[in-house]
């Protein structure tokens, strides 16, 4: 019997078949006793006890919907963080809202820009909706405004802007956001995706509130899965103009967001202690790591999130590959990160103090066993 051909089976768009898979961390080290797992950028800290005790409370009604508007959800963000509810919308992960943007604003002809080391659902939500995907180069790592705008053509319909940058963890100030904005044609949409925003202490950052709320063409979106601990519940919401908010709520799906997300959302943006203190970890473990990890003689990129991008040089006798298969196989868990274009790199998540103090030991290991080698 012949293989069949095309024509005997539905075809995707050519457009799906150029996607490449998004392929995420290793979470398991077959053999390994512990699992340190340091590959998601998930917090240390777990979810607030607040939300995991109102996440419980949806054990009893799993038989009903959801509130598909998300009122109280966007009323409780509202509040946090000084927003009309109205302007905000909320999705199955931010991963949600990026893919939405580029289905209401790209189509075929059309074109979205990122960087180099953009997060890689940018690529796969311009191809989804039939655009052409248009990287603009980066600068020590760092994403360039006047790269990004020499990018810029009649057909650019979307900018994506990861800052803090994922994987490279660096950022660029607000004034560098704003020179981009005013750069882009106003029928442009700029998406700052601020997923590791509430990480960043630098007096020249801002998330980019000030820009949605004075502008018809700027989006931020932001992520329950990093410093609320909620990955597994997959949260997250936008603010945005009335007219793009208008434009998404026609094409998300009716209940995008499970009931039990709404009510540990709410009740994990209500505990600003557990945020704070996740804050606080981070500012002592992210210099921590990056000081002892450059100790070995291995480059860390400099980081305004909660994980390090660690640069191996094959030269000197160590590689990401060797060094991601040492550290498995003591059960750490860390993010190869060649789908960014980065073979020679690895991403490490800030931990706890001892998975941050194993890893460091293992790493230290693993440069003296490759330097006898």
């Known amino acids: 019997m012949s293989s069949p051909t095309m024509n005997d089976r539905p075809v995707p768009r050519p457009n799906v078949l150029a996607i490449d898979p998004y392929v995420p961390g290793k979470s398991g080290a077959p053999g390994a006793s512990k699992i340190y797992k340091l590959s998601s ?3 240390p800290l777990g979810a607030s006890p607040r939300a995991i005790e109102a996440f419980s409370t949806l054990a009893s009604k799993l038989e009903l919907y959801p509130d598909g508007s998300v009122k109280r959800l966007r009323a409780a963000l509202g509040k946090r963080f000084g927003l009309d509810p109205d302007r905000i919308v909320c ?31 940018y690529k796969i939500a311009i191809l989804s909706a ?3 995907p248009v990287v603009a180069p980066e600068k020590n790592l760092t994403a360039d405004v006047d790269a990004i705008l020499a990018c810029v053509t009649p057909r650019t319909k979307i900018v994506y802007l990861a800052n803090p940058n994922n994987p490279t963890g660096t950022y660029i100030p607000f004034e560098e956001v704003k020179r981009l904005h005013a750069g882009l044609p106003k029928n442009v ?4 995706d601020g997923a590791y925003a509430e990480y960043v202490r630098r007096n020249d950052y801002a998330e980019g509130i000030e820009l949605v709320a004075t502008n018809e063409n700027v989006v931020m979106t932001r992520t329950f899965s990093k410093i609320f601990g909620l990955a597994n519940l997959r949260l997250g919401w936008m603010y945005a103009p009335a007219s793009i908010c208008d434009a998404i709520n026609r094409i998300r799906g009716p209940f995008n967001v499970n009931g039990a997300a709404l009510e ?3 009740a994990a943006v209500e505990d600003v202690a557990h945020v704070e203190g996740a804050i606080d970890h981070n500012e002592k473990w992210l210099p921590w790591l990056t000081k002892e990890i450059s ?11 909660n994980f390090v991008l660690v640069h191996f040089n094959k030269a000197s006798g160590v590689s990401a590959n060797d060094a991601d298969a040492f550290l498995t196989a003591r059960g750490i868990i860390v993010r190869a990160v060649g789908a960014y274009g980065l073979p020679d790199y690895l991403r490490i998540t800030v931990g706890t103090e001892e998975a941050n103090r194993l890893l460091v030991e293992g790493l230290r290991d693993y440069v003296a066993e490759a330097h006898r080698g």
Request: aromatic content about 6%; cysteine-free; proline content about 4%.
């Open 41 to 43: 950028n998930e917090t």
């Open 91 to 121: 999705g199955n992960g931010s991963d949600d809202l990026l893919h939405l943007l580029s289905l209401a604003y790209v189509g075929p002809g059309d074109e979205g820009i990122f960087t180099t080391h953009g997060f890689l659902v």
């Open 130 to 132: 039939g655009g052409t």
């Open 189 to 192: 949409i700029l998406v700052l």
């Open 264 to 266: 540990a959302g709410i």
């Open 295 to 305: 100790a070995l003689g291995l480059e860390v990129t400099p980081s305004v999130a």
